[in-house]
Structure formats: structure tokens, C-alpha cells
């Protein structure tokens, strides 16, 4: 039986010649680097700086509101279904007495936890990105206030 015609062109030689096999192969890595890259790829748009080490690109600072406003969307159908399975689950168990309290406590939590987390989030995003906490502007302010007040010597 001859084995010889399946292997593939990349096992070794069947000589035994495995220097001029890795040479072979050591001189057409350069050129198929040196090919045009595919149309997805992105190392053609990357320089190469000396020594053949391309340097990291920065990263781009990406603002988290803008990144997880599309997920609020999908947050309210989210909800919306589980509020569904919630009612199919109250009825299987308080009509054919199929189903779980605990489970159908759970759905109820989950549900009352993403409304809370789509209130909460944008808010706490927006003071994220200002750099203060959603209770220090009201601080800030009446220290402001407090302040003055000393500077001027009035009392309240």
C-alpha cells in the first residue's frame, strides 16, 4: 500500500532530509507575509517598526454609557418576557398546581432586579462619566453654601 499520494504537501519528506525541509519552509514563511493580507484583516493598515515587532496600538477610550445604552433596550424585552413567564408560572401553580413558590419567588426577584438596574444604571452612568458620585452634588452645594456663609459671617 502506498501512502505516499494522501499526505498532505506540509508532513516531512520522505527522504528524511528534514534540513532542507525546514529551510524550504523557513523561506516561504517571508513570502507569505510579504502577500497582500485578506480583505479582514487588519495587519496591513499596522505599520512593522524595527525588527519586524509591530508596536500596540492605543486603545480607544470608549465612554461605558455608550457602550451599555444599546443593552437597556434589550433589558425591557427581557423584562417584559419574564413578566410573561412569571403570569404562565403563577397559573400552573395556583390553578393546576404545577410549579414552585421558590421559582416563581426567584422569577419575581430577577424581574424586580432588572427594572431597578434600568433606573439606576443610567443615572449612575451619567455621574460616572462626570467623575462624582450621585449624592455629592447636593454635598458640594451646601458646603458651598456653608462657606459663604462663614466668609460673610452671616448665620442661618
Known amino acids: 500500500m502506498n501512502t505516499g499520494s494522501t499526505k498532505p504537501e506540509w508532513d516531512t519528506p520522505p527522504n528524511g532530509d528534514f534540513a532542507r525541509y525546514v529551510e524550504r519552509l523557513s523561506a516561504s514563511a517571508p513570502a507569505r ?10 495587519t496591513a493598515s499596522k505599520p512593522a517598526a524595527a ?7 492605543p486603545a480607544v477610550p470608549l465612554d461605558l454609557a455608550q457602550v451599555l445604552m444599546p443593552l437597556f433596550g434589550v433589558l425591557r424585552t427581557v423584562r417584559v418576557v ?3 413567564l412569571i403570569a404562565l408560572h403563577a397559573v400552573a401553580l395556583f390553578v393546576f ?6 421559582g416563581l419567588v426567584v422569577m419575581g426577584a430577577i424581574w ?9 444604571a443610567p443615572k449612575a452612568l451619567s455621574s460616572a462619566g462626570s467623575g462624582a458620585t450621585p449624592g455629592v452634588a447636593p454635598l458640594q452645594e451646601r458646603l458651598r453654601q456653608v462657606t459663604q456663609q462663614r466668609k460673610t459671617g452671616k448665620k442661618k
Open 33 to 42: 507575509s510579504a502577500q497582500a493580507p485578506s480583505p479582514g484583516s487588519t
Open 97 to 102: 398546581s404545577q410549579g414552585s413558590l421558590p
Open 51 to 57: 525588527g519586524g515587532v509591530r508596536p500596540m496600538s
Open 112 to 120: 424586580w432586579g432588572l427594572g431597578w438596574l434600568m433606573e439606576a
Open 82 to 84: 419574564l413578566l410573561v
